[in-house]
């Protein structure tokens, strides 16, 4: 089983930014699409965005596009999320894992880490 550590979170001030970090062993990232989703208290899951494994090509949800930034660094075998312009309706738990394809649904996430708290407050 594909296993993933992500970290990076806190808590920041409306505006901020974070970079979260997804760390893979024993397998190579750069063999599949992975993406990040994250799930609020009493909300379904959302996907927020995937890099491809095919061309590195990067997908985002509508409410994150122009702040968030996924990227991979092959020699570190770990992805990023960069977010910048942090909102307070961004708190969630993250989480990253497997995509199977870049869709963005939640549900085609096969595997996942074990998430890292994201809070955006005052």
């Known amino acids: 089983q594909l296993q993933f550590v992500e970290s990076g979170g806190g808590l920041v001030q409306p505006g901020g930014s974070l970079r979260l970090s997804c760390a893979a062993s024993?397998?190579?990232?750069?063999?599949?699409?992975i993406g990040w989703f994250r799930q609020a208290p009493g909300k379904e899951r959302e996907g927020v965005s995937c890099?491809?494994?095919?061309?590195?090509?990067?997908y985002y949800a509508d409410s994150v596009k122009g702040r968030f930034t996924i990227s991979k660094d092959n020699a570190k075998n770990t992805v990023y999320l960069q977010m910048n312009s942090l909102k307070p309706e961004d708190t969630a738990v993250y989480y990253c894992?497997?995509?199977?394809?870049?869709?963005?649904?939640?549900?085609?996430?096969?595997?996942w880490g074990q998430g890292t708290q994201v809070t955006i407050s005052s």
């Open positions: 894992g497997r995509s199977i394809g870049c869709t963005l649904r939640a549900r085609d996430f096969a595997s």
């Open positions: 890099i491809s494994r095919n061309d590195g090509s990067t």
């Open positions: 024993r397998f190579t990232l750069d063999y599949y699409d």
